[in-house]
């Protein structure tokens, strides 16, 4: 039976973390709270646990899982190569609610669906989130909700729509930002805003030192 483990004590974390960790070494999915809203993650190198998640949200490979990673210098093992825009973006806001779509390093034996050679990744904001992460290693993490449905901000709203399809539910407390992650696409000659979130695209601008319009055009702009 997937349970729902209190994270608010210290007793309650290291137990669900604990869960939460032999749950993913076992190719199971959990469901963890971040800074945005709660994900649904595996881990991103056992790809019956990515099948797993995306059946779990009534989802095709059509949709790729994005990867959450613990720390700035996970990315180093993931990524083709470092841009500088890449680099700007991380150090203004990670951890926190934007991901980067980037050219993956082809070595990769992880299949997170339709990628076409990149890989979405992001540092959440969150002390539950990063410490699960830290231990686990990469994880593929999306909306813990099915698909079409409203993201979960809590981890009991997350249970009702996915119940018995996690084997552990992390309960962190009501998600603060409640909104996406901002998803900028860096794989391509100029950074491309594909969904504005908690990252406004004026913010992206700035530190890119480019006009959040140009940031927002269409692909074929």
């Known amino acids: 039976m997937s349970i729902i ?5 210290d007793e309650g974390r290291e137990a669900g973390l604990k869960a939460a960790v032999d749950a993913v070494e076992a190719g199971r999915l959990v469901v963890l709270p971040t800074d945005t809203v709660y994900g649904l993650g595996c881990d991103a190198f056992n790809n019956q646990a990515v099948a797993s998640l995306l059946r779990a949200k009534h989802r095709g490979p059509d949709m790729p899982v994005p990867v959450l990673v613990g720390s700035w210098t996970t990315v180093d093992g993931l990524v083709r190569e470092h841009t500088a825009a890449g680099r700007a973006l991380v150090e203004a806001f990670w951890p926190g609610g934007l991901s980067l779509v980037v050219n993956q390093a082809p070595s990769l034996p992880w299949n997170l669906g339709d990628t076409r050679g990149t890989v979405m990744l ?8 990063i410490e699960l992460l830290r231990r686990t290693g990469p994880m ?15 981890a009991v709203r997350a249970k009702q729509q996915l119940g018995a399809e996690a084997a ?10 409640g909104k996406p992650s901002t998803i900028v696409d860096l794989s391509g000659h100029e950074a491309r ?27 074929d702009g």
Do not use: F, W
Request: proline share 8%; with cysteine.
């Open 5 to 9: 483990h209190d994270c608010s004590t």
């Open 122 to 129: 992001r540092m959440p904001l969150h002390p539950i989130a």
């Open 140 to 154: 593929a993490v999306s909306s813990a909700n099915i698909s079409g449905q409203e993201p979960a901000l809590t």
């Open 168 to 177: 552990v539910y992390l309960d962190g407390g009501r998600a603060t930002i």
């Open 193 to 219: 805003i594909l969904r504005e979130g908690a990252i406004t695209a004026e913010q992206i601008g700035e530190v890119l030192g480019k006009d959040p319009a140009a940031l927002r055009r269409p692909a």
